[in-house]
């Protein structure tokens, strides 16, 4: 009887950790993706008239797809709780935890480098001091700040207060594929001023730590006015992915906010 129910007690603790075993999953391709982020250095080459220039090499790419690829586990963990009932204060916890490296820590690096080839294309720029790359950290900071606010919020339920932090390690891990495959002059001259990383880390941060009404994929009913705003960012999303590949990813992260926030004073 009492090995009976000993085995029944380890089924349910075996149960309760399958999802944070996703979490930690979550937690080790973010891990990735920070060391190809990290061990992506400035390259020098010429261009066809002789000239210098400073690059990121291609691989940095790599970064954006552990994040995606942590992002997507991100979402599975959540889904397998529920699905075995397994939800867990600890799984909160860690959850935030693995969220901070994949989606704050790991952009930040993102946002670094891209901060470094920006200055590098100037005189002198590889000895840029150090200090004007240090903004990238505001991301994870942001993001961490958001999280430990979401963990002890109660009236989070069906909505979120500010952007979540997987939407924005999405959006900055899709700039560097946004920077490699989209192959415009005006596209690639942007993510190599300094003044757009600036303003999209403080636009983030700032997304992050507000207290703007953001919708969430939580429902009090199952009604089609409920799943109208997912079913627009949706169409929105495919479309711009057929016509503009990687930039889709910001246009739909825009459109988020901004039906978000439309869908918000419609219902107030």
Known sequence: MNNGGERSTENRTLLKNIPNIFTLLNLFFGCLAIIYAVQTGLTLT??????????????????????????????????????????????????????????????????????????????????IDSLWLMPAFIIPCAGAYRLARFNIDTEQSYGFKGVPIPAVGLLIASLPLVYWYNNQAWSIALLSNKWFWYAITFLVSYLMISTLPMLALKFKNASFK???????????????????????????????????LLFKQQKA
């Open 226 to 260: 409920s799943f109208l705003p997912f079913i627009i960012i949706a169409i929105i999303a495919i479309i711009s992915a057929l016509v503009i590949k990687w930039m889709a990813v910001p246009v739909t992260f825009a459109a988020y906010v901004i039906i978000s």
């Open 46 to 127: 010429s261009d066809s008239n002789g000239d210098n220039l400073v690059v990121i090499p291609e691989k940095i790419y790599l970064a954006s797809v552990f994040i995606g690829v942590a992002a997507i586990i991100d979402f599975l963990d959540g889904f397998v709780a529920r699905l075995l009932k397994a939800s867990s204060e600890m799984g909160k916890q860690l959850d935030s935890l693995a969220d901070v490296v994949s989606f704050g820590v790991a952009p930040g690096m993102i946002v670094y480098q891209f901060l470094r080839l920006s200055y590098a294309q100037q005189p002198d720029g590889l000895d």
